[in-house]
């Protein structure tokens, strides 16, 4: 394999076709994901005085939620009359606004699912036009790209649900089996014990995650050129992996290392920008013009603006890189396939 051949012609397809970075742009969601971060209280007493609780605390409420929020301090082992407090108010709010976090839950949901839908309809898109361009067809336009690939986005979802399933799973039983005797002896020395596990045991999943990654770029390549199913295209995937392993590790290492240096120059851009508009913001402060501080909001739009095309030219080069190392890997399996009479 040619790799610098197919760096350089991954940029050729994409630098002359703008519907690709459009389709780009919708897609880069594809590989985004949310993460809700809570924030947590020690209940630990340092020597000073403990905070106290609040007062005009509503009575009403579901007794069984308030009172398991109640006990959750002391399953943790951070119970104390402030922390307790705190939950059980948690778990007061929480009976008298059920009704509302359902529908707020609901509608997140959905909302998730539709910014799903399209952007995994987008990146079949980019699968099929790249796919396209290579075998010489004739191209579509943005509209019709995008309608071909409609078919394939309830099952490129339904593929990273399940590849990111076996991450999750295990790293909930990783955590169990490192916490697990600590919430049942409740002993001090357990829970550093546990936490070290829990460290050690992520570097196999680190490197899990990276052998998931890579069949999740082969096998949503295989799903769509060959409208396969979410099984048959990751053993497919797997198969492929298997015999071109030292290219296809290549490959990731090459995409790893070109993300790591525009990262990088990003970063610097950042820096220079943000520099600027500082000094900018504080040069028109001092001119207290409200036409300069408009200014400064177009200039701010227009680095967002910039940002996101950043995010979307990047997103069709990888894109488009993946699907041609996909051609040319699944080319050289079926050619020792058929030498070895498989």
């Known amino acids: ?17 703008k519907y690709l970075w459009w389709l780009g742009l919708i897609a880069m969601f594809a590989e985004s994901g949310a993460r809700l971060s809570f924030p947590s209280s020690s209940g630990y007493n340092f020597g000073g005085n403990t905070p106290a609780p609040p007062s005009n605390i509503p009575t009403n409420g579901t007794a069984t939620l308030t009172s398991t929020f ?27 606004n059920i009704i509302l976090l359902f529908v707020i839950t609901v509608v997140f949901l959905l909302l998730l699912l539709l910014i ?87 570097i196999p999943i680190f490197l899990l995650g990276i052998y998931l990654t890579i069949i999740r770029r082969l096998s949503s390549r295989y799903l769509v050129l060959n409208n396969g199913k979410i099984l048959d295209s990751i053993k497919k995937a797997r198969a492929i992996f298997h015999y071109n392993f030292g290219k296809t590790l290549l490959l990731w290492l090459l995409e790893a290392v070109i993300n790591t240096a525009l990262a990088f120059a990003l970063i610097i851009a950042f820096a220079i920008g943000g520099i600027l508009l500082a000094f900018l913001g504080y040069v028109l402060s001092l001119a207290n013009n409200y036409f300069f501080g408009a200014i400064i909001l177009v200039l701010i739009a227009a680095f967002l603006a910039a940002l996101f095309a950043y995010s979307a030219v990047v997103t069709t080069y990888f894109s488009t890189y993946w699907t041609i190392s996909f051609r040319a890997l699944d080319y050289l399996y079926k050619t020792r396939k058929t030498n070895h009479g498989e």
């Open 1 to 17: 394999m040619d790799y610098s051949k197919i760096i350089k012609h991954s940029w050729d397809i994409i630098k002359r076709r």
């Open 70 to 96: 109640a006990n959750i301090p002391r399953v943790l082992g951070t119970s104390s009359d402030y922390t307790i407090e705190y939950f059980r108010l948690a778990g007061v709010w929480l009976s008298e």
């Open 116 to 202: 799903g839908y399209i952007s995994n309809t987008a990146m079949a898109s980019l699968i099929l036009s790249v796919d396209r361009i290579e075998k010489s067809k004739k191209e579509l336009n943005f509209k019709e790209s995008f309608r071909e690939g409609l078919p394939f986005a309830w099952k490129l979802i339904g593929l990273n649900i399940f590849l990111s399933s076996i991450i999750l799973a295990i790293i909930l039983l990783l955590g169990l089996v490192s916490f697990t005797p600590y919430l049942i002896n409740r002993s001090d020395g357990l829970l550093p014990l546990g936490m070290i596990l829990f460290l050690f045991g992520l």
